[in-house]
């Protein structure tokens, strides 16, 4: 008897090897390029980071943040191989016991109409996940273990739990277990507990099944069963597995702290440009690392002062009506949750249905089944708007304004004007702007963009009017044609007849009279003056004296615009550009006349952690030092291209600085620190400006329509663009120590009247002016003139007055060459007008 079982043995053992032999040669032959493997290269999550760190996008296909095995604690590697393959370091990739059991357990189960149950070894499932389909079939399980044989005798034991490890899907949208960990629990896989643990490793069979927030208890009945066999295994202690077992399964989504909100704008710029340079294979598989220069602070400041200047601009045009109406409101509480809040809104904003208009207020009821009340205070600002962003009357009672069934936005007021709290219930009336905006902050020695909003909301509107809509600057262009006439000779206390202005564009074309903002002439007034007072007629004479040929090689190498038209009428900011193009040139106003590259990333770098782009490019070899030791400070050199003489800049900046102390801008000395900026208004008020900055923040806003339409009368860049950029710094600056603007040496002041240019001792309209060597004003010396309305000038080099006082046209001691007649061309209605 025993010698016939031993013979059965013998005989099933060389059937068995046979068998194994003929489906290794009929399948073995044809199977996937398993060495593939050693440079596993899986698509990883690019990760965009604020300059503080924090999260601020991610892109991907496949949400995986890659980490080797080196870096994945034991604990995380002993609950994945308790759970799925626990003698996963002595198989040969292949569990022979398990696939025994597994054989007995589905014949157990046969007919019962139970799912089979597989014996995959993790082996086995890299080979499935890597290089097979997931086809349900005798053949595919076939291939999976000739490859998983192939795949252990190539390599080790810890590269293939690596490989597992990063590639398996644990729901959630999370490829491997680190994007798992930080989906499920907002940790790092060092973080996670020991019931924490167990929960990923009881995914991978199925992730949907096992959904802690639809199937909870399936999710702890799963989570349990793999505490027990970390266990069993040896690798926990009853103690750890009691606590362990006793953990809720609590899903903690990324931390407030740890993400950047108000972003989206700024996120899809730095996404258009990781796309455009790198390619969309790079983003959303690459795994890049990058480091933006947003600042998270200035952004939310940001943010809230374009929304807040929007809302202040639009409520100051009227009422336009309500979102929507219901009608007859007896079943308002049916009907009211399913209309949709306009996109954008803010999030403190809801929508109500006016249900009952009394004297003094208006009763409403919100989607949530509560009612409430809008007090007529509260709705005093909703004139009647009428075409031209003209508006009606002040309203008098509720009705002048609502109508029952009105269905409209409202806003929860909480306390009134002395800050005495308000019954539970009180709303404010409120209408989505249809006015937009756009906003950037940027560092003036680097160019790194700090803040950046393209408009009231990306919900509304993906446009990012800071980079992609181009309009007319207005008046906040003519501080490049004063620079342009600094650097060739003229000094601020230089002085330029305002009067009337006549060119003749050529046959068949209407004489240009440009005029100035208030319609009124003011004879001849310093150079600082045209800028202060935002003077057109001083400007298009000064431009014509310099001729539009400078005057567009400053506006073309500041990069105000690419392709400066000649014509007299681009001297008042009849050309387009952006508010991000118009920022930096400002920008480059306040660092001395240096070249900068606006820049919203920092650094980026590769999968492997090498940097592939860094903005500043500069080689720095004593910043590497590691510690202190008494050295002196690392000298990085400045090699930027110089834009203008620095003198010519402070110059400039020095009159901006006046603007805000003297001229159109002086709404924004509230921000209560040293601050310069100019406005900036097209015709007809279609485009407003404010570009302004401290001595280390630039920033620029814009305020227009969409499609191009009046703002309205009275309204210009001081009106409708200065209180944000003034909100925005007044908060921006609020910590900082107050600082002038830094003066070049060389720069000499003198005591000037700032009205005639002459040197003055006494205090009344005097200021102390800023000028370069060898230009300053002796105290006898003639007041002449520039007209400029005959041709452009020469180069005066020092500017040493001689020639014909009346036209401008003064001789060149230097020996330059004096500027022949630019031309001009069509002269266009429109232009900077204040």
Known sequence: MIKILVSLVMMTMVGGAGGATYLYDKYGDDLPDYTALANYAPAITTRVLAGDGRLMAEYAIEQRVYVPIAAIPQRVRNAFLSAEDKSFYTHPGVDFVGLFRAILTNLKNYGSGRRPVGASTITQQVAKNFLLTSEVSIERKIKEAILAFRIEDAFTKDHILELYLNEIYLGFGSYGVAAAALNYFNKGLDELTIGETAFLAALPKAPNNYNPIKKPEAAKARRDWVVDRMLEDGHITAEEAEAAKAEPITVHKRGEAQVVHNAEFFSEEVRRQLSAQYGEEALYKGGMYVRTTLDPRLQNLATKALRDGLIAYDRRHGWRGPVTSIGAVENWKTLLPDIATPEGAPEDWRLAVILRLDKGEAKVGTADGYGGSIPMKEMSWARRWIEGQRF??????????????????????????????????????????????????????????????????????????????????????????????????????????????????????????????????????????????????????????????????YAEKFGVVKTMPRFLAASLGAVETTVMDLTTAYAMLVNGGRR??????DRIQDRTGKTIYRHDHRECDACEAVQWTGQGLPSIPDDREIMTDPLSAYQMVSILQGVVQRGTGTRVQAVGKTVAGKTGTSNDSLDTWFMGFSPDLVCGVFVGFDVPRTLGNHEAGSTAAAPIFTAFMKEALADKPDIPFRAPDGIKFVRIDRLTGQRSSSTENSIMEAFKPGTVPSVASASYVIDGSAVPMGDFGSFQQSGDPATGAFSSPAGGAPFQPSGGGAAPSAGGLY
């Open 392 to 553: 009606g009357n002040a309203p008098k009672r509720p009705s002048d304004v609502l109508e029952v069934g009105d269905v409209v936005l409202v806003e929860p007021v909480l306390k009134d004007d002395k800050g005495k709290d308000l019954p539970a219930g009180t709303y404010a009336l409120r209408q989505m702007p249809d006015i937009e905006g756009a906003l950037v902050a940027m560092d003036p020695h680097t160019g790194r963009v700090l803040a950046m909003v393209g408009g009231f909301s990306p919900k509304r509107s993906e446009f990012n009017r800071a980079t992609q809509a181009k309009r007319q600057p207005g008046s906040a262009f003519k501080p490049f044609v004063y620079l342009a006439a600094l650097d060739h000779g003229y000094t601020p206390a230089t002085i330029i007849l305002d009067a009337p202005f006549v060119y003749d564009p050529g046959p068949g074309q209407p004489l240009w009279k440009p005029k100035n903002y208030s319609g009124r002439f003011y004879g001849p007034s310093t150079l600082r003056m045209g800028i202060e007072k935002s003077r057109n007629l001083m400007t298009v004479r000064l431009a014509n004296a310099v001729g539009m040929d400078v005057v567009a090689e």
């Open 596 to 601: 900068i590259e606006p820049t919203l990333l």
